[in-house]
């Protein structure tokens, strides 16, 4: 399999290229030449979450990695359970937080930090891992590259704008994992990631790869959990999906499951105030702009990079994107109050993401006259505990891990929204 880059003016790469290059050398992000389309025994067989994920995700990668191999590395990624939680009027939660950072995005920095390691483990070479967070993600990273040898992490978060957990977990790994606290916005942070990418002398230095979703090696292990909750919700007729989105690169994972074969009725795009994408989406064209800051902070993005590889999905069609995504933005009003409704009703307890989900399929649900529907819950609640206590006015435990993290030892460095800053801390490093 080749990548190319969405800006088309890269040479074709092979995965592995793609895996360690993150951006491509045009700026655009890599994307596979063509998706190939599954025998529907794979979707429809009984397999673990692991072999399903290797028969997924081999086409993409071809002999770069052995199918055996592979299936190895899923094996050690993906771990832990993957639920779909009926919830009831038709609506079910797929619990994609019971990795070791209680977020989504163990998923994909597991297998991506397992990937890199299989191919770097061949040549000895030295990595620099560069991500951008606003969330979940860097704290994923972080734990999925923790002291794997030939490797270094640097980490940058917008000051003031991720939870305290978030940011516990986040800033006490140390080890081969620097933090920098960004003063600006994620939009910032993701900004100085890709012009650092882009300065040849830096890239001259040290070899540099991402872990932000502009990586494609975030995409692929992705789209295997639509696949499964298909699977576990019955198999036998298309699903509404309902995504959480912020620089949507999880969305983008559920097109490519839905180009490989997977039965997908339609994809809820839910975002909170940031609302570049839904306002994209009406036809009045793409205005990235300063992110607002919310409840629901993973997805305070301004100007999410993955629209590109969405518009080269799309042949940069809007109106063939309507087909099959809707997409609505709610209030912080509304996320707290879809948080109280659902514990309130049903006894189940939600994180702001998740809530915003729930908001789409909902809004999803009223306007078609439909009767199910699955949301993408990305984040485990206890991680947005000192906001869902003013929401319920209970109090929320904490999981062990997170009860250790927050007693530990926080370490960073503080940094200006500044790309040149970023270069010369990585040359001294």
């Given at each position: 399999m080749?990548y190319i880059?969405t800006r088309g003016?890269?040479?074709p790469v092979g995965f592995r290229?793609?895996?360690?290059t993150?951006?491509?050398?045009d700026?655009?992000?890599f ?7 599954l ?10 979450f ?35 939680v ?11 937080f019971h990795g070791p950072?209680l ?6 920095a597991r297998?991506?930090a397992l990937?890199m390691?299989h ?14 967070t ?9 734990d999925?590259f923790?002291?794997l ?13 991720v ?8 800033t006490?790994?140390g080890g ?6 960004v003063?600006?916005?994620f939009?910032d ?9 882009r300065?040849d002398e830096?890239r001259?230095?040290?070899?540099l790869?991402s872990?932000?979703s502009?990586?494609?090696g975030?995409?692929?292990?992705q789209?295997?959990?639509?696949a499964?909750?298909?699977?576990q919700?019955g198999?036998?007729q298309?699903?509404?999906?309902s ?9 983008t994972a559920?097109?490519?499951a839905a ?11 839910a975002?909170?105030a940031n609302d ?16 607002e800051?919310t409840?629901s ?6 100007s ?7 518009r080269?999905?799309f042949?940069?069609d809007?109106?063939a994107m ?22 309130s009703?049903?006894?189940y ?6 809530a ?5 399929l909902?809004r999803h649900?009223d306007?078609?006259?439909?009767e199910a529907g ?5 984040a ?5 505990s ?6 319920i ?7 062990q891990?997170?009860t250790?993290?927050m ?8 940094m200006p929204?500044d790309?040149s800053?970023l270069?010369?801390f990585?040359?001294?490093?």
């Open positions: 080749q880059s003016e890269t040479e290229e793609a895996l360690f993150g951006l491509a050398p700026g655009g992000l994307m596979p030449e063509s998706i190939p389309r025998d529907a025994e794979i979707f429809t067989g009984e397999r673990s692991a072999e399903l994920a290797a028969m997924m995700i081999h086409p993409f990668i071809g002999e770069e990695i052995e199918q055996a191999d592979l299936l190895d590395i899923a094996e050690s990624a993906f771990s832990f359970p993957v639920p779909l009926p919830l009831g009027d038709g609506v079910q939660i797929l619990e994609l950072t977020a989504f995005k163990d998923f994909a297998f991506m990937a390691q191919f770097l483990e061949q040549d000895g070479e030295h990595l620099t891992i560069l991500v951008a606003s969330g979940d993600t860097g704290g994923a990273v972080a999925a923790h002291m040898d030939g490797i270094s992490v640097v980490v940058l978060y917008p000051a003031g704008r939870s305290a957990i978030q940011r516990a977990q986040l006490t790994l081969n994992v620097t933090v920098l606290e003063d600006g916005s939009d942070c993701q900004r100085m990631v890709k012009q650092v990418f300065d830096l001259a230095s040290r070899r790869s872990a932000n502009i990586n494609v975030r995409l692929l292990p789209s295997v959990y639509y499964w909750a298909w699977k919700a198999g036998d298309p699903v509404v999906f995504v959480p989105c912020g620089n949507f690169g999880n969305l559920g097109i490519l180009r490989m074969g997977l039965p997908v009725e339609r994809f809820i795009a975002t909170n570049v994408f839904p306002t994209f989406l009406r036809g009045e064209g793409f205005h990235p702009r300063a992110s800051h409840l902070n993973a997805m305070d993005v301004g999410p990079s993955n629209l590109d590889r969405m080269t999905l042949g940069d809007v109106g309507r087909e099959h995504i809707s997409s609505w933005s709610f209030t912080d009003d509304e996320t707290a109050q879809a948080i109280q409704r659902t514990y009703e049903h006894g307890l939600v994180d702001p993401h998740t915003v989900g729930l908001l789409g909902e649900l306007s078609t006259d439909g699955i949301v993408l819950s990305t485990h609640p206890a991680k947005f000192d906001i869902l206590v003013e929401i006015d209970e109090a929320i435990p904490l999981p891990s997170l250790h993290s007693g530990l030892e926080k370490r960073f460095h503080e929204a790309s800053a270069k010369h990585l040359l001294k490093s």
